[in-house]
């Protein structure tokens, strides 16, 4: 037995010497510019995937406040000329909204925002009947609309905190990335959400 478990050390560590590779050429500078590419597509990346969660998040959001809209409709005594009035300003809210560009003005953040609160206040009103329980299903739209709601601040200071870092570390190798040349010679400042001081 001990032949044996003798006889498979010595398979195993020749098996392991024999396994050697060359990585020597596929290591990068830290300070080239495929490194500061590397790093910045990285961190880029980054700012996409929270940007993405935080839209993803109000387009849930939007599409909440249609289906409650429309459950409303179906309620007796509804009012229809108000709840169509209500469609219409939270399907145009889309429209409205900023892009990663666009937000650089803080007044169109703060338009889109007003536009969308005042949809939701009507909604929430409208969604508690004066007598009587709420619609069990306007009743859980409503509150994943609330939750939605509540987690914008939170989805807004993760994505600040992505493009800070991006912004950063363009800052600190913009030479590197020039020489690169295409996008990367003109890539620009993210606009964050937070307000310059």
Not at 178 to 184: E, I, Q, R
Request: charged share 25%.
């Amino acid at each position: 037995m001990k032949l044996y478990l003798s006889m498979a050390v010595l398979v195993l560590l020749s098996n392991l010497n024999s396994c050697k590779t060359d990585r020597s050429n596929k290591v990068l500078d830290p300070v080239s510019p495929a490194a500061a590419k590397a790093q910045l597509d990285v961190l880029r990346d980054s700012v996409d995937s929270r940007w993405t969660r935080m839209t993803a998040s109000d387009d849930a959001k939007i599409k909440a406040t249609a289906q409650v809209l429309q459950a409303l409709e179906k309620q007796p005594g509804a009012d229809k000329a108000q709840l169509k009035a209500l469609v219409r300003a939270n399907n145009q809210l889309l429209v409205r909204r900023y892009d990663q560009q666009s937000m650089s003005s803080s007044p169109r953040i703060d338009a889109y925002d007003t536009a969308q609160d005042s949809v939701l206040r009507a909604v929430y009103t409208l969604a508690q009947p004066a007598a009587g329980q709420p619609d069990a299903t306007v009743q859980q739209l409503t509150t994943d609309i609330q939750t939605a709601d509540s987690e914008v601040v939170g989805y807004r200071l993760r994505y600040d905190q992505a493009a800070k870092q991006f912004n950063n570390y363009l800052q600190l190798h913009q030479e590197a990335l020039s020489k690169l040349g295409g996008k990367y010679k003109q890539l620009q400042q993210l606009p964050l959400f937070e307000l310059k001081e």
